[in-house]
């Protein structure tokens, strides 16, 4: 099926309308209304103000519940991981310690001819 053009669908909405569709339009516009909350007008603060400081503080009490909800790793899962950071350093500072011998002869002996 081909995609219609606007022309098509602006006449499709104006026979709708004039065919009493209103309540499909209504209900459409009401589910918009939903999916994009922006678009209606903002909500008054209530006559509340806010207090200074109060959003570091809420901040903090957001984190706070957040940490709560951590899995924080045990003493082994630790050590196991702080190996295997230590390890994998140690492999690739040998592999770079080699390439650095390897490519220093080959610059001297190739590039420079001593």
Do not use: H
């Not at 009401?30 to 806010?50: L, M, Y």
């Not at 901040?59 to 050590?79: C, M, T």
């Amino acid at each position: 099926m081909a995609k219609q053009t606007r022309q098509q669908r602006r006449a499709r909405r104006a026979q709708q309308q004039t065919t009493g569709d209103s309540k499909m339009v209504a209900r459409a516009r009401a589910r918009q209304a939903q999916v994009r909350p922006a678009a209606q007008a903002p909500k008054s603060q209530g006559g509340q103000r806010r207090t200074p400081g109060g959003g570091a503080r809420r901040f903090v009490a957001e984190s706070w519940g957040e940490l709560k909800k951590v899995e924080w790793p045990n003493q082994s899962q630790v050590i196991q991981g702080t190996a295997v950071v230590l390890i994998a350093c140690l492999i690739v500072g040998v592999y770079l310690y080699a390439n650095d011998l390897i490519w220093k002869r080959v610059v001297q002996n190739v590039f420079l001819g001593q």
